[in-house]
């Protein structure tokens, strides 16, 4: 995440969650490695919609396909959802899927 990656420069992923806004940090164990980052201007135009289930960072899905991006999950096709193409300069992407716990 910091060093980068086959998708996105060393360093990178800090600038995008830096210019919409947000803060990150990251702790470790022995077991494992915990990543947060927390974008309050996108939770505040987000969070409200009932569909939206979460918002992260990361490769958006087709026609973006390849590039790192804001990534809005929602559940279903909200027809009075509405994302623009960017934020802040940011690209933005839907990703739609139903969760459910096994």
Avoid at 69 to 74: A, D, E, F, K, Q
Wanted: glycine fraction near 10%.
């Amino acid at each position: 995440m910091f060093q980068g990656s086959a998708n996105v420069k060393k360093a990178e992923h800090m600038a995008y969650i830096q210019k919409a806004g947000g803060t990150f940090n990251a702790s470790t164990s022995w077991d494992r490695t915990n990543y947060f980052q927390v974008v309050p201007s996108l939770i505040a135009h987000f969070n409200t919609h009932p569909a939206v289930t979460n918002i992260d960072i990361g490769v958006l899905d087709p026609p973006e396909a390849g590039v790192i991006g804001v990534r809005i999950h929602v559940r279903g096709k909200p027809d009075d959802l509405s994302v623009p193409a960017e934020i802040d300069g940011i690209p933005v992407g839907i990703v739609r899927g139903d969760y459910r716990l096994q």
